[in-house]
């Protein structure tokens, strides 16, 4: 697990933070072969409640002395010495619940003076901050002309220990309607204290390559776990930390493998021209033996890498890369290319992987790892596609050997969707699959609703929109709505440019 610098600290205090805590931070980041930083958010002086409490603060707990933070290490980087770190807090797991402005954590401290700043109240007697984008929008509840101005989040529900309306009139009159996410914020509440509890996490301890007889079975994150010989995880927090990093190459995994849980049958989602374009793909993907060796007689020709194109990349482009190794080890014999394109895919890296210079071997200053392992190659374009596409660099795109990935895209979002309005004719022009995921599934719905509108006659839809086998299991907080919540990935679906059949018109003789 990655060491992670507290912000103002030295190179000595190192803290054990989970890669699972930087996933969506736009404060923190953690790097996979260094040190990284925590990025400060200004905390409001006026508010006394956002002050740090730094005797809380070691106060809470016990000490953990000398114990040594478990990297796994990458292929190839078995020497990297392993830290030793001495005097941490740990919270215990019954010791999980703090109020947000008064947590232990100073970086959770610091979210919740953002959340103050730029969340607003959800009580229905204020005015609408925005336009709804649709009938299950939560501004519909709100009226847009009468009512009390908009005011910011103040008040924490004691159940939850979040801010979610501006004081406690309006949290005790809308209680009613508070209930039905109070629970999951608690455990959102518990589960990022538990990311800085100072513990030791196993369940981001990952197995290596498997004998190709083993076969994983794909049904579930139970049966995957258990088939890929993960260490046992035991209770479902951890599920839940685990699954929240996972998701990512596990969601293609599930897709393109030939034991995938989507299929033909009834329910399985599949449609008939989803059979054809994914069946290409797994015909790559699971390749016959070759008699392939490791003397002379053994050399046998290798097959082009599957090429999986991430557009929009965000998240998904910083996680630990033995977390996309995965991906390779449920496809032994084929070698993967990803290639990470956005504007926002290098975002908080820059002491990682500094982004080098345009030059005319390399055009578009990509960022190429090509050291990860044998099988798996990452490239990173700060870009966006359209511009790639018009180029001609990834021409020409074959249905056996690539497929596009686009994880929460965000197509039918207002404050998005004409990002992606030169890109969409260009995806439908490769006619190869194109996977799309959606935090929620009022979102993947509206992205599906999107895409028919602007060019409904030329899509195949491959896989019907539904929830996906592999989301995360743990829930995520909006910090611009706390009254909104959702999962990675929770839905899946996936379509394609129309191809059309040829026939032969009867001629009259």
């Not at 004409?418 to 995921?437: D, Q, S, Y």
Request: charged share 25%.
């Amino acid at each position: 697990m990655p060491p992670v610098l507290e912000a103002g600290s030295s190179q000595s205090q190192v803290t054990n933070i989970s890669p699972a805590d930087t996933i969506d931070r736009g404060w923190a980041t953690v790097h996979f072969f260094g040190v990284g930083e925590v990025k400060d958010l200004p905390i409001d002086p006026i508010d006394p409640i956002d002050q740090p409490f730094e005797q809380q603060e070691t106060s809470q707990g016990q000490v953990v002395k000398e114990e040594p933070v478990e990297i796994p290490s990458p292929a190839g980087l078995e020497s990297t010495p392993v830290p030793r770190v001495s005097g941490r807090a740990l919270l215990q797991p019954n010791n999980l619940f703090h109020s947000f402005s008064r947590s232990p954590s100073p970086e959770i401290r610091q979210r919740t003076a953002f959340i103050k700043h730029n969340a607003y109240c959800p009580h229905p007697h204020h005015h609408q901050t925005r336009v709804p984008s649709g009938a299950g929008d939560p501004p519909t509840t709100k009226s847009a002309h009468t009512g009390l101005p908009p005011a910011h989040v103040r008040f924490e529900c004691p159940d939850c220990g979040i801010p979610v309306y501006c004081s406690e009139e309006h949290w005790a009159d809308d209680y009613e309607s508070h209930l039905d996410v109070c629970e999951t914020l608690r455990e959102i509440n518990e589960d990022d204290h538990d990311l800085r509890s100072g513990r030791f996490f196993p369940e981001f301890e990952y197995p290596g390559p498997q004998m190709e007889e083993a076969l994983v079975n794909m049904t579930n994150w139970d049966t995957f776990l258990y088939s890929r010989e993960f260490r046992a995880i035991n209770d479902e927090r951890s599920l839940r930390q685990a699954t929240r990093l996972l998701t990512y190459p596990l969601t293609i995994g599930s897709v393109l493998n030939e034991l995938s849980p989507y299929n033909i049958r009834s329910g399985g989602r599949l449609t008939a021209e989803g059979l054809k374009s994914l069946s290409a793909l797994r015909y790559t993907l699971h390749p016959p033996r070759s008699g392939a060796g490791l003397d002379i007689k053994g050399l046998r020709p290798n097959p082009p890498p599957v090429r999986i194109f991430i557009l929009g990349a965000r998240a998904e482009s910083s996680l630990p890369r033995e977390v996309w190794v995965q991906l390779s080890h449920i496809f032994p014999r084929v070698a993967f290319h990803l290639i990470f394109i956005g504007p926002e895919s290098m975002s908080n890296r820059d002491a990682e992987f500094p982004l080098p210079a345009r030059t005319p071997s390399n055009p578009f200053g990509a960022v190429v790892e090509d050291r990860i392992s044998h099988q798996l190659k990452i490239s990173t374009f700060v870009e966006y596609y359209h511009t790639l596409h018009t180029s001609g660099l990834f021409h020409p795109f074959d249905p056996y050997f690539d497929c596009f990935m686009l994880f929460h895209p965000g197509l039918g979002h207002p404050a998005s969707s004409h990002e992606w309005e030169a890109t969409l004719p260009l995806l439908l022009e490769t006619k190869v699959p194109i996977l799309a995921t959606g935090y929620t599934e009022w979102d993947m719905q509206r992205d599906q609703r999107w895409v028919q509108e602007r060019v409904g006659g030329e899509v195949d839809l491959l896989l019907e929109p539904g929830e996906n086998r592999f989301r995360s299991l743990r829930w995520d907080l909006n910090d611009l709505d706390p009254a909104d919540v959702s999962c990675g990935n929770w839905g899946l679906w996936g379509f394609r440019g129309k191809r059309y059949e040829t026939t032969q018109r009867d001629v009259e003789k």
